[in-house]
C-alpha cells in the first residue's frame, strides 16, 4: 500500500508521517470477514501539490493540506482525480472548502489543529475500505477453521476436497479444513473451477494433464474423474485455456 502526505508546513508534514507509520505497525486493520491483517505500507511525502503530482507511481491514499504555496491541494486533487481513484483525505485549517473537497470524492475532511484520535479512526476505515476492495479483487475469500479465520486466495488453491462434512481445500500454503457444503464453494470459486468428482473441485488453471479417469494437478497430487463428467470437464478446461490465452 502507497500512502501519499502532502504538507508545505514540514512540522506538520513530519507529523503525519510519524503518525501514520504508528498506525500501520501497530494497528492491525479487519477485512471484510473480520480478519486482522497488517498491510505493508511506503509513506512517502510531499511539499506541495506539484511535487505529489510529478510522482510516476501510484498512490492508495493521498492526505492533503488545501492552503500551499505551489499547487494548492484543491488543484492537485482535482489532477490527480484524472487518474487515480486513491482514496482523499484533506487535513486543513480550511473549512470553507469542505464542499469543494467533497465535489473532489474525498474520503474525509479534517480541520487543523488535528485531532489525533480522530485522524487514526478515519485512517482504520481508509485501510479498511483498501484491504476489503483487494481482497474481492484478488477473489480472496475467509475460512472459519478450528484455528480461527484463515484468509484464501482464489489463485493458491489447487482443489478442494469433500471429506465427511468438511471441506480441505490444497493450497500452496498447505491443506486448509472447515465445515461448509461443496456446492457453497462451487457457487462462490466460479468459472475458474471444475466438480469433477462428487468429492472433488479442481483449479483448471493448475491443471499439469487428465485422462478419462483422473486429474493430475500441477503440485503432482491427482484427483479422480468421474466419467459422466469427462466430456464436460474437457470442453470446461479448453474453453479456460481459450479465455486464458486470447
Known amino acids: 500500500m502507497i500512502v501519499g502526505i502532502c504538507d508545505d508546513d514540514e512540522k506538520i508534514r513530519k507529523h503525519l508521517v510519524k503518525l501514520v507509520r504508528s498506525f500501520t505497525e501497530n494497528s492491525p486493520v479487519q477485512t471484510e470477514d473480520g480478519e486482522e491483517q497488517k498491510s505493508e505500507t511506503a509513506i512517502l511525502d510531499f511539499v506541495d501539490g506539484t511535487e505529489l503530482l510529478a510522482y510516476e507511481g501510484s498512490f492508495d491514499i493521498v492526505i492533503m493540506d488545501i492552503d500551499m504555496k505551489e499547487t494548492n491541494g484543491l488543484e492537485a486533487a482535482k489532477k490527480l482525480r484524472e487518474t487515480s481513484d486513491a482514496i482523499l483525505i484533506f487535513v486543513t485549517a480550511w473549512k470553507e472548502y469542505v464542499f469543494h473537497a467533497f465535489d473532489l470524492e474525498a474520503f474525509h475532511y479534517l480541520l487543523k489543529p488535528l485531532d489525533e484520535e480522530k485522524f487514526l479512526e478515519v485512517l482504520q476505515k481508509a485501510f479498511h475500505k483498501i484491504l476489503v476492495k483487494e481482497e474481492r479483487k484478488s477473489g480472496a475469500f475467509t475460512v472459519k477453521t478450528l484455528d480461527g479465520f484463515r484468509t484464501v486466495k482464489q489463485s ?91
Open 156 to 246: 493458491d488453491i489447487y482443489y478442494a476436497e469433500n471429506i465427511a462434512r468438511k471441506i480441505v481445500l490444497h493450497t500452496k500454503q498447505g491443506s486448509i479444513a472447515y465445515y461448509d457444503k461443496m456446492i457453497h464453494l462451487q457457487e462462490q470459486l466460479g468459472s475458474g473451477f471444475f466438480r469433477c468428482h462428487r468429492g472433488y473441485l479442481v483449479s483448471l488453471d493448475k491443471v499439469r494433464k487428465y485422462d478419462s479417469r483422473e486429474i493430475e494437478l500441477v503440485n503432482g497430487d491427482k484427483v479422480l474423474l468421474s466419467r459422466q463428467k469427462y466430456a464436460d470437464f474437457v470442453q470446461a478446461y479448453m474453453d479456460y485455456m481459450v479465455e486464458e490465452n486470447g
